[in-house]
């Protein structure tokens, strides 16, 4: 239930990777977010771009942790859930 209520927004990934990378998110980049209501996985990547990811992060009980290691790196499991 705890993990249900702390599951991390968009706005709060878009915090975090402003606080890990000092700069904001460009305009020509999408976040792709997949929620699985106890957490969420967030994947930056080009606007112009079907299958190009930066590093993946999975968003849970209020924390991410870094679960790719980006350069068009996208977990298989995920693509599952696409």
Known sequence: MASLLTNPTMKDYIAFDRQETGIPI????????INFFVFSTYAPAPKNTKDEYGIVHLGFMGHFF???????DYPGW?????
């Open 78 to 82: 995920l693509r599952l859930y696409r």
């Open 66 to 72: 870094q679960i790719s290691e980006g350069q068009y």
């Open 26 to 33: 460009p305009d020509s980049i999408r976040i792709e977010r």
